[in-house]
């Protein structure tokens, strides 16, 4: 069985600010671990993803996410926050003989400020 | 040039009705999933075919039934509507034969009962 916590429901930064949005993964298996954006009434777009290469990976619009194993987390980070990043973020996982089924987080809504 | 398109994009129907949701994708996938998508904005997977055969099936009413005339097309057939229905429900597709099992998201279709 695999499940993902996403510690805050919301995080709010200031415009520049370094976003940090936190996802803790269950598995019993080597995971595959996605991060998706939803904008407001679109659907979800890839971020990025953890392909076991490389513990450190690079997504799109400037993010990035760590994958530590030790800690069973993967959080996603954002040197300096725009504007446009205010969206909703869900971390998800997959792995095994699952057929490719994501388990999603909760998600964390990120504001953004002026 | 839509890679997941999904029909239609709103629905709004009174309780007790029977409606279909269609999805299509043009990626040459041959898997195709349906996820839903709570008021809390939590996703979860209905289900998956692979090559037009069922692979995932979660515990999901049996007035849900989906149905994949081809790989390219997974149309979800919800009968008897009920107020708890009321959701986004999201269509994805991806390639067995890719790494990960990466996938792609429609737009959503957001189902209101009355």
């Known amino acids: 069985a695999q499940s993902v916590t996403q510690l805050g429901s919301h995080v709010s930064v200031s415009e520049g600010a370094l976003v940090l949005l936190r996802c803790n993964y269950s598995?019993?298996?080597?995971?595959?671990l996605f991060w998706y954006v939803q904008y407001p009434n679109q659907g979800l777009q890839l971020l990025l993803k953890y392909t076991s290469a490389a513990t450190l990976v690079k997504g799109i619009n400037g993010f990035e996410a760590e994958f530590k194993k030790s800690e069973t987390s993967f959080h996603l980070t954002k040197p300096s926050a725009h504007m446009s990043d205010a969206a909703e973020y869900f971390c998800a996982v997959s792995g095994g003989t699952s057929y490719g089924k994501l388990t999603f987080g909760q998600g964390t809504i990120l504001t953004v400020h002026p | 040039d839509t890679a997941v398109s999904q029909t239609p994009k709103y629905l709004v129907t009174q309780m007790g009705n029977d409606k279909s949701i269609k999805c299509e994708q043009n990626?040459?996938?041959?898997?195709m999933y349906w996820y839903k998508q709570d008021s809390k904005k939590f996703l979860k997977i209905m289900f998956s075919?692979?090559?037009?055969?069922?692979?995932i099936n979660e515990t999901v009413p049996n007035r849900f039934s989906p149905k994949s005339p081809d790989k390219a097309h997974l149309n979800l057939h919800i009968n008897s509507l009920e107020l708890g229905d009321s959701a986004v429900y999201f269509c994805a597709s991806s390639s067995s034969g890719a790494y990960l099992w990466e996938q792609f998201f429609g737009p959503g279709t957001r189902l209101t009962v009355l």
């Open positions: 075919y692979n090559n037009k055969e069922l692979i």
């Open positions: 990626l040459g996938h041959d898997t």
């Open positions: 598995s019993s298996v080597p995971p595959y």
